[in-house]
């Protein structure tokens, strides 16, 4: 029913009957018109914000804010992420997401979830000690994490930023030499260690604690490789 009704709106929305600046009607006389329930109200009007067309404004009402070509959805495009402000500020996005998530996993993971964790990690340790490409196990070990919340939200925001959420695979100019590197590389795969040692143990609060760890140090991690690589 909520579906329903959010199509109803927004159609009334993007026909011009309702315009730009107007006022929603009441949810009493949505009820009423629609014959459904406040609950169902609630929750239109929130799939209504969600898209950008209307916006809520406590104690006054709900009013239309455009239409949907004019109301921006969240996106993060490749190119946005060519500096490294442009990385830290997905990094801080990330401790703010996969500390939480981290902390669901631990409560919800399975025993399949944690087999693909350890698959991962094995993965990485072994492209680590032959030169290989640890992006991709690293990428889907923070994937995995997600997965194990059980939350589909979590799991879809994750596959839309794909694997240029890790820094080293989009900034390769600010490499640093292949030793320091490898030993970057080791410290990660320490940090993803403990992290999944959280998770294997059911303890939210030192998941969500490594989580944040892991991602503080990295974002600190491309700021000394970038600074490297600029005195180079």
């Given at each position: 029913m909520a579906?329903?009704?959010?199509?109803?709106?927004?159609e009334r929305i993007r026909e011009g009957q309702l315009k730009v600046g107007d006022k929603l009607p009441t949810e009493a006389a949505i009820m009423g018109e629609f014959g459904v329930s406040r609950t169902v109200v609630r929750e239109a009007i929130s799939k209504l914000q969600a898209s950008g067309l209307v916006e809520t404004r406590h104690g006054i009402g709900t009013f239309v804010r455009?239409?949907?070509?004019?109301?921006?959805p969240f996106r993060i495009d490749r190119e946005q992420l060519g500096t490294l402000r442009d990385v830290i500020a997905l990094l801080e996005l990330r401790i703010g997401m996969e500390t939480e998530a981290c902390g669901l996993a631990a409560l919800r993971r399975t025993p399949d979830n944690l087999a693909v964790m350890r698959q991962a990690l094995d993965a990485f340790a072994k492209a680590l000690e032959e030169d290989g490409d640890t992006v991709g196990p690293d990428f889907q070990f923070h994937v995995e994490i997600a997965r194990a919340t059980q939350n589909t939200h979590f799991i879809g925001l994750m596959n839309y930023l794909g694997a240029m959420i890790i820094p080293r695979a989009r900034l390769n100019g600010a490499d640093v030499m292949d030793a320091e590197?490898?030993?970057?590389?080791?410290?990660?795969n320490g940090e993803h260690e403990s992290i999944y040692d959280a998770i294997v143990h059911q303890d939210p609060e030192g998941a969500r604690a490594a989580m944040r760890t892991h991602l503080a140090n990295s974002r600190e991690r491309r700021r000394r490789a970038t600074a490297l690589a600029e005195r180079g």
């Open positions: 579906l329903e009704l959010v199509d109803a709106l927004g455009g239409v949907g070509d004019e109301a921006e590197r490898r030993e970057y590389l080791r410290r990660v």
